[in-house]
């Protein structure tokens, strides 16, 4: 049987993989000056630039007419003042590059022995992020680090890759190199990556590849209920989720994880939603931190749509546009959790909290 989006798939698990093992690396060596401080005050680390070269690069040779819309672009690292970071990433993208082939794998992707590139070459595969997204055509996104905030703490964050066809996503695969294989079997270790293909189901591999396994979202029962939320509070309300929390009468406490790792923790059930309300400054969700996590939520049987019940719009450019947050959820429980928070936006707007 042939699979829709076959070839995709395969080159993004490739890139994904390449890219966890660097980011785990990295981490392992992290070094006080390796990390910047973007515009939006949010820190990017070497970590972030090389991952994002290394699927960029993959892509590239995989797919080079395609669009890729990616969170970091190259332009500090251009300047003089960049260079020692733009030395590290070169040598930790190459790394990454030039691993062993392993299975799924294609030199034809750019990858294997010898397939170093140059400094200007991986610069330029950075900077091949800055499509502007649209309502038409296929294109790429990369959140190279989700989650840098619990990167550097050492907690989770996820790798993050999804090709968008005509505002729809068709495949999402997010790498997770810190979350248990199992839960319920911690001694399995870490590290698994998450894959999604639009009609086709979703499913878990380990990192090494190995031990596919399908993902369904199970039914809960009312005293099981609980939300995945930010560990961030400037990146989601903390207080609106307890009221939605109290309205529901959900006993349990919320599961707090940084990156698109609740939308993987949400499809294999560990928590019965995903809540990310906005806080109120303005900000602006970004399609590569939902679009893999939207598919991968929606082929493991649950809904993802705003609080007016909407679907998210992936095709309005690089942002979600305006922002009435994100509510994800299984099929069975997701209704109940939308008319919540609906009631607790109408308290808040009446000033009852
Ligand atoms: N002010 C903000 N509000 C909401 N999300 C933010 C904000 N600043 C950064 N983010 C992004 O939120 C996501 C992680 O949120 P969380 O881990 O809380 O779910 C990341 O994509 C992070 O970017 P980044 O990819 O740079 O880490
Ligand atoms: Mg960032
Ligand atoms: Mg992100
Ligand atoms: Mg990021």
Redesign the pocket.
Known sequence: MSLAYATEKQVAIAAVRRACHLTSSVFNNLVTNETLTKG?K???TVG?YAAQAVISSVLWHAFPKDPIVG?EDAAELREESGSAMRDRIVALANEALAEEITLGDNVDWGIGPGQEKTTEQLLDAIDRGNYPGGRTGRMWTI?P??????FLRGEQ?AVCLSLIVDAQVQLGVIGCPNLLIDPAEPELGRGVIFVAVKGHGAEQIRLSGANPTPLRIPDFAQEELSFLE???A???SHSFNDRVSALLSIARRPVR????A?YGCLARGEGAAYL?MP?G?G?R??I??HAPGAVLVEEAGGIVTDSRGLPLDFGLGRTLGENFGVIAAGLGTHARVLQAVQQAGNEQENGKT
């Open positions: 939006d949010s820190p990017v972030d969170e959140d680090i989700d989650g840098t905030k619990g964050y930010s560990v961030e400037a990146h989601s994880m940084d990156s698109q609740k990310r806080t400054v900000y969700e970004k590569w931190d």
